[in-house]
Structures are given as structure tokens and as C-alpha cells.
């Protein structure tokens, strides 16, 4: 069961910047971000970013959590993205059976480019009328949909037209979430700004993709930002692998002369124990079988008792 954060929260949030509505990405989704915009390679890829919505007081909020991929159906695979046929029935029946509540789209692209112009259009007019269909006509809960690419730097974008929203990376940790206000910047490239001119260029007859390019509202952010947000655990050095009687050659020449006159030193040698435990030299279960090798060396069985005691083994 995924746990969402505080509806209540989130609204304030919302509220604090004004905005009417905020998409929070979980923690899990933006982990997946990371690691998809690692795996584009030539082709793209594409599936639904699902998740719940509640309107609190005024506010849309809406929680993305979950991730379903789809096939690139596309005769063009490397330029373009397609969903296969079905795919949208079978979000249509998750939302029915009240798994989720809210759904969007999602594709990548293998270099670092924007979305193009064909992406906006099918945002606008075919992804919308799709929700209509599994939504209600009057009630389509339209939100961005979500890019992330592949190339040298590697980006989440968002897009989206006629109305603004703010979108927030969740990290799961106060101290590190992302607060991204979303607007169209007055400093956008060039690109973004042709992208009016060259929607009615490319489709002279869609009306509702010309309005979605003159208002488009779009996020762009690196993925390296976001990797901030979920830093990878470092991982554990493997254990190294030591025989017995290599431990106790070990302990024998650390401990030097007091194992080899029997002066047993409970203390230098339960902190050579932990700290081979520590450097994952040796595991617990390793322990017990050095004791007892200790035992044959001529330590009491009242010792290595002492022993296993500190070790808590
Ligand atoms: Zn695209």
C-alpha cells in the first residue's frame, strides 16, 4: 500500500505560491526518472504515470506514484512515441476498480530535446479527448505530461497548455523537497518560443493545439537535481573472503607474542573481532567459529565465554 503524503500539506503548499493546482511526484517516481533517463537508448520509450486526486478547499491536488510501461508502437521508433492499442482500456479499468484516481502520459527521448510540437498536439487534443473517455467529458482532470530524456545531460520536463499548475518533487524528506513553481519563463529558449509559428505550420487545422502552443506551461529540470533528491545508499564493500585458519593467522600476528604465550588480552582482541566485523572481513557467524578455534589454541572456555558475551553472538 503506497502511502501518500498529507493532502492537507500539499494544498498548503499549493497555496502558499498561489497556484490552484500542484502534482507531487513521489520519491519512487522520481527514483524512476533517474533511472529511465540512464536507460533511453535509441528508441523511445513511453507509459502512464498514475496516481490520486483530491481537491482541498479550492485546491487540485494530485499525487503521481505509480508508473505503468508501455510499447512503442510507433513505425518510428527512435523519432517518435505510440501507444498500443488497449493501452488506454486497461488504465480506464484500473481507474474503474479504484486503484487510481488520476492518470498522464509519459514518454522519453533519447537526446536531450524538448517536446516537439507533435508531443504538445497529442497532449492537447488526442490525450484529452482519451480522458474524457475514461474520465467523464465535463471532468477530463488534465495534467502534464511528463518527458524525460536521455542525452548528454538528461531532463524532466513537463508541458502542458492553457492553464498553470505547480509541480513538486518529492523526496519523502522534509528537509529536501523540491519546490518548482511552474509558468511559461520569459527567458525560454528559442525553441519554446518558435513553438507557436511552427504548431501551425506543422497542423494548420488543429485549433486546440495552436491554443496549447500560444499557453503552453512547462518545467524543466536535471536529472542530476533530481538525483539529489534520492541519493543512491553507497553500497556495502563485499565481504572478504578469509579461511578459519587465515583469521587466526590474522589475530596470531596482530596479537602477536600474547596469543602465542597463552597471555590472553580480552580487550585487544574483542577490538581486532570488531572491527574485522566492522570492515565485513569476517561475519557473526564467522565468530564462533574463531572462538572455538581460539579454544583449541588453549583459551578457556570461561574466556571465549567473555568473549561471546561482548559480542552479544
Ligand atoms: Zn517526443
Known sequence: MVELEPWEELAEIARKYVYTTIVNVSRDIVDY???????????????FLLGKHKIVKGILVVQLYDYIQQLNVSPEPETSYQFPTGSYSEIKRLIKEGRYSI????????????????????????????LKDIFSPIDPREIPAFLVTGGEIGY?????????????YSSGD??????????RPKSSSQYVINL??????????YEVCHECADQLYYTSIKVSRLEKLVPSPTPAPAPVKMSISDLINVLRDDLGQAITEGKFDIARLLDKLISMLQRREIDKEK???????????????????????????
Open 33 to 47: 526518472f533517474t533511472d529511465l533517463a540512464k536507460a533511453t537508448d535509441r528508441m523511445e520509450m513511453g507509459g
Open 103 to 130: 492518470a498522464t502520459w509519459l514518454h522519453t527521448h533519447p537526446d536531450d530535446s524538448y517536446f516537439s510540437v507533435a508531443d504538445i498536439c497529442y497532449h492537447c487534443l488526442t490525450f484529452r479527448e482519451r
Open 156 to 168: 524532466v520536463m513537463t508541458y502542458t497548455g492553457v492553464y498553470s499548475y505547480m509541480l513538486r
Open 174 to 183: 522534509v528537509e529536501a523537497i523540491l519546490v518548482f513553481p511552474i509558468y
Open 196 to 205: 507557436p509559428e511552427k504548431m501551425k505550420e506543422r497542423f494548420p487545422d
Open 287 to 313: 565468530i564462533h567459529e574463531i572462538l572455538f578455534e581460539l579454544q583449541g589454541l588453549g583459551y578457556s572456555m570461561e574466556k571465549v565465554s567473555i568473549i561471546i558475551e561482548s559480542l552479544r553472538i
